[in-house]
């Protein structure tokens, strides 16, 4: 533990306006909390602002609503560096400020677009274009169905510049019917992605504990 907060590394999240705002509340604790994780650069797009509103309820909208909702104190949320999605010049911005990973959660169909034809009119544009650029993982948590030419189209092309497509789809194999379980479960995923280091135990699939995996005695 102690080998992994001496290698910490920043790390920004980047919440576009598409539905699901349960994902970014989540892994916003799980990054905050994470050991290898020194500084979490938060952007919340003004879409997403309004979808973070109706889907969690909240009266004031914004990041700061976002890290409320995840109800983070303390070491963690001072972990949390906020920023404006006008803010050009904020150090996620620049290729210079090195980051162990960028994520996009959840992932705008209009957001993936921008990023497949190098538009950088907003900082999560530009933070997502500096991410391919400098080749360190990008993650997108693509939320839309069904999925038009266009979309696939940008999501190739993406793929192909080096951005890792993480749709957020339920892990049934892990068992339960909490919804937790699949955030968690997808959150490992991530983590495994950005090579951060497990988010618990029980979130990968185990063969061993799988129906079937072992013969019955005649």
Known sequence: M????????????????????????????????????SDLHLVVSRGASQVL????????????????????????????VVHRDNELDAPISSGSYRLAGTLVLPCSAGTAGALATG????????????????????????????LSPLHLENLATL???????VPPIPAFYIGGEEMSRFLDAYAQRLLDHLGLGPAGPGLRWDPAASPGSKEESP
């Open 2 to 37: 102690e080998r992994m907060a001496r290698m910490a590394r920043p790390v920004a999240l980047l919440v576009s306006g598409a539905s699901g705002m349960l994902l970014p509340r989540h892994l916003l604790g799980v990054l905050a909390r994470h050991p290898a994780v």
């Open 159 to 165: 793929a192909w510049a080096g951005a890792t497509v």
């Open 119 to 146: 538009s950088a009119a907003t900082l999560i544009h530009r933070a997502g274009a500096v991410a391919l650029k400098e080749r360190w993982p990008l993650l997108l948590g693509f939320r839309e169905t069904p």
């Open 53 to 80: 509103a109706h889907e969690l309820g909240r009266e004031q909208t914004g990041a700061e609503a976002l890290v409320d909702a995840a109800g983070l104190g303390g070491a963690a949320r001072e972990r949390i």
